[in-house]
């Protein structure tokens, strides 16, 4: 017994059309190594951020761009303490930069004041003139949080990682090159009741504390 198996005209046509796209498929697909795609962006792949490639844009970004804009750019904290408590979205738009239309604005700032004793990885600092129950907290780490580094200057943008988490190690680690650059030559434990100017930066987020990403940090 022989055993026959007959194909319909219709299925035959979608066969061939299924046949034709899987090689156009295969012509248009460009197979990119790991080692280019990191070349091309920040992160090697979809699934992890590259600790290496993060590393390298740190090196690239916070001294050659990140302290100099800062440095440049920054507004005395009692203007705009003053500009926030008015309108806190104008105020961020005029000094700082956003991540996306949703973010909080990331600003420059200086100011001098007098240390506090810490608050867990924060040193609070007086300043004279700022708005009444508004606190101004500079990190310490050994903690460092936030993507006000990455964010401030306005020019590093998503597209330049292939996926978040690469995007966000990237603000790790400028926050990594403060603790390494500024905090490691601070004896934190000795700063209550000194006098301290503090060049930084923060995200607008709160209208009762401002918590400061130090650049610099000036003692006496």
Same mark, same amino acid.
């Given at each position: 017994?022989? &055993?026959?198996?007959?194909? *319909?005209?219709? +299925? &035959?046509?979608? #066969?061939?059309? $299924? !046949?034709? &796209?899987? =090689? ?8 990119? @190594? ?15 951020? %590259? ?34 408590? +008015? ?19 990331? !600003?420059? $700032? ?14 609070? =600092?007086? =300043? ?27 020019? !590093? ?15 790790? +680690? &400028? ?8 905090? *490691? +030559? =601070? ?15 923060? @995200?607008?987020? %709160? #209208? ?13």
């Amino acid at each position: 017994m022989s &055993l026959r198996i007959g194909f *319909s005209k219709t +299925k &035959l046509v979608i #066969l061939g059309m $299924v !046949v034709i &796209l899987l =090689v156009a498929m295969s012509l248009s697909t460009k197979v990119v @190594s790991l080692k280019d795609a990191a070349g091309l962006r920040t992160g090697t792949s979809s699934l992890q951020a %590259n600790t290496q490639v993060s590393h390298s844009f740190a090196d690239k970004t916070y001294l050659p761009v990140v302290v100099p804009y800062i440095l440049k750019h920054a507004v005395d904290v009692l203007t705009l303490d003053k500009a926030i408590q +008015k309108d806190m979205n104008a105020a961020g738009a005029k000094y700082g930069h956003q991540d996306g239309p949703s973010n909080a604005f990331a !600003v420059p $700032v200086k100011f001098t004041g007098t240390a506090e004793a810490f608050v867990n990885d924060f040193m609070p =600092v007086t =300043v004279p003139g700022m708005t009444k129950g508004v606190t101004i907290y500079v990190q310490m780490g050994p903690a460092l949080n936030g993507t006000t580094l990455r964010d401030v200057t306005g020019t !590093v943008d998503f597209q330049q990682f292939v996926n978040q988490l690469a995007y966000q190690d990237a603000a790790t +680690k &400028l926050n990594d090159k403060v603790r390494e650059l500024v905090l *490691s +030559k =601070v004896d934190k434990n000795s700063l209550k009741g000194k006098k301290v100017t503090i060049t930084g930066a923060f @995200s607008v987020t %709160n #209208l009762q504390n401002y918590i400061i990403m130090p650049i610099k940090i000036e003692v006496g």
